[in-house]
């Protein structure tokens, strides 16, 4: 008898994806129909060359911004439709964001800043009621990326690959169901990215974080499971690599 084994499940959709934006008089179209499915546990690349659209598509599958045109689904359920309270629910919960600029406040020491979006999440008291396994949960996310040494530290004081190490562990410390990362290793150098991407596919093997990651680095690309090209705001081609 031949064994089957059913498809991971689609975690997030974009579904005929339609994107514009003005410049002066003109519009600009950035995306034009563009559908894309993420499986669950997956981490896929995008890439593409500047202004392919591949930025504008991370931004709206994790609800940064709406599409003119078509709908995101979370698990099946559109979401992109949903009240701006509930949107950023999700963008709190579910989803972790990972960027080029690494968006640390400059004010706050490492821990600080890994513990910012459970700040957000928590009502001032929730927070209070719960700060020492809050603070655990940081310090074993802190741990994992490699910057227990840097607890005190603040970002000034940290090197380029130790202040994304930080950002990703301050995206992850809430938990999330999906990892977006906007150019992760775009201001690293080759060694220092390579780091970087060996710690999310360890994320991704260890704990089934799916991760969608937008680059324009065919190497960086290439270390994915899937790799999607964008080429004029639509998908050109998809690439799977071999287990």
């Given at each position: 008898?031949?064994?089957?084994?059913?498809?991971?499940?689609?975690?997030?959709?974009?579904?005929?994806?339609?994107?514009?934006?003005?410049?002066?008089?003109?519009?600009?179209?950035?995306?034009?129909?563009?559908?894309?499915?993420?499986?669950?546990?997956?981490?896929?690349?995008?890439?593409?060359?500047?202004?392919?659209?591949?930025?504008?598509?991370?931004?709206?599958?994790?609800?940064?911004?709406?599409?003119?045109?078509?709908?995101?689904?979370?698990?099946?359920?559109?979401?992109?439709?949903?009240?701006?309270?509930?949107?950023?629910?999700?963008?709190?919960?579910?989803?972790?964001?990972?960027?080029?600029?690494?968006?640390?406040?400059?004010?706050?020491?490492?821990?600080?800043?890994?513990?910012?979006?459970?700040?957000?999440?928590?009502?001032?008291?929730?927070?209070?009621?719960?700060?020492?396994?809050?603070?655990?949960?940081?310090?074993?996310?802190?741990?994992?990326?490699?910057?227990?040494?840097?607890?005190?530290?603040?970002?000034?004081?940290?090197?380029?690959?130790?202040?994304?190490?930080?950002?990703?562990?301050?995206?992850?410390?809430?938990?999330?169901?999906?990892?977006?990362?906007?150019?992760?290793?775009?201001?690293?150098?080759?060694?220092?990215?390579?780091?970087?991407?060996?710690?999310?596919?360890?994320?991704?093997?260890?704990?089934?974080?799916?991760?969608?990651?937008?680059?324009?680095?065919?190497?960086?690309?290439?270390?994915?499971?899937?790799?999607?090209r964008l080429s004029q705001g639509r998908v050109d081609r998809i690439h799977e690599?071999?287990?």
């Amino acid at each position: 008898m031949t064994e089957t084994f059913a498809a991971p499940a689609v975690h997030l959709e974009a579904v005929a994806l339609d994107k514009s934006y003005r410049n002066g008089t003109d519009e600009v179209a950035v995306l034009r129909g563009v559908n894309l499915q993420v499986r669950k546990g997956e981490f896929l690349s995008l890439i593409g060359q500047s202004g392919s659209g591949k930025s504008t598509l991370l931004h709206l599958l994790g609800l940064l911004d709406s599409p003119d045109i078509g709908e995101i689904r979370l698990e099946g359920k559109r979401i992109d439709h949903l009240p701006a309270k509930t949107r950023d629910e999700l963008r709190n919960r579910v989803f972790g964001f990972v960027f080029q600029f690494y968006h640390l406040l400059p004010e706050l020491t490492l821990i600080e800043n890994v513990l910012s979006p459970l700040m957000i999440r928590y009502s001032a008291w929730d927070y209070w009621t719960q700060r020492r396994e809050l603070r655990e949960r940081a310090l074993r996310m802190i741990e994992q990326v490699g910057l227990s040494h840097r607890l005190k530290h603040r970002p000034s004081q940290l090197s380029g690959g130790e202040m994304q190490r930080a950002a990703i562990a301050r995206s992850l410390v809430a938990q999330p169901e999906l990892l977006l990362a906007d150019e992760p290793t775009g201001n690293l150098d080759v060694n220092t990215g390579n780091g970087i991407i060996d710690l999310l596919e360890k994320l991704n093997e260890d704990h089934r974080l799916t991760i969608l990651m937008v680059t324009h680095d065919e190497g960086i690309a290439q270390r994915a499971r899937r790799l999607v090209r964008l080429s004029q705001g639509r998908v050109d081609r998809i690439h799977e690599r071999a287990a």
